[in-house]
């Protein structure tokens, strides 16, 4: 696979925009971790590999374990994540394919037993962030470093 534009250079002033965006998402009263699996999960879907290599790197540095982030593509089936957790990812997989399950009520009432309001507003912006990364990595081919 070949990269197609440098979206950074191609246009400064929309990725100065969702840096800073993303600048925002870091500074969100969230558990580091947990945005770190939220970000991986939905890199996974939209199949964005740059995002898979740098959130599952960032994960590591900030203490997660190898098991865990095996298992995150099988989240529902492992044992190894906190219901707060489990929230999350259920959350991230329907807002990131939003086309096909309409943010279903059981996933949303999930959410709001693990978050409190602020946090569901926080959380479901720091997957849109995310999936907007997604879509301009993929879009334009950006590869991990080798």
Not at 17 to 41: D, G, H, Y
Not at 71 to 99: D, G, K, Q
Request: one cysteine or more.
């Amino acid at each position: 696979m070949q990269p197609r534009i440098d979206f950074y250079t191609a246009s400064p002033d929309a990725l100065k925009a969702m840096m800073a965006l993303e600048n925002a998402v870091s500074k969100l009263p969230l558990e580091k971790s947990l945005i770190e699996l939220v970000k991986l999960r939905a890199s996974q879907i939209n199949s964005c590999a740059f995002c898979v290599d740098m959130h599952t790197a960032d994960a590591r540095k900030g203490g997660e374990t190898e098991r865990r982030l095996y298992a995150v593509s099988v989240w529902r089936e492992a044992p190894f994540f906190t219901p707060r957790e489990r929230a999350a990812l259920a959350w991230t997989e329907s807002m990131t394919l939003i086309s096909q399950t309409h943010a279903p009520d059981a996933d949303y009432e999930l959410l709001a037993s693990a978050f409190s309001p602020s946090e569901m507003v926080d959380l479901t912006v720091a997957i849109s962030t995310i999936n907007s990364w997604n879509r301009l990595a993929v879009g334009f081919r950006k590869l991990p470093l080798a």
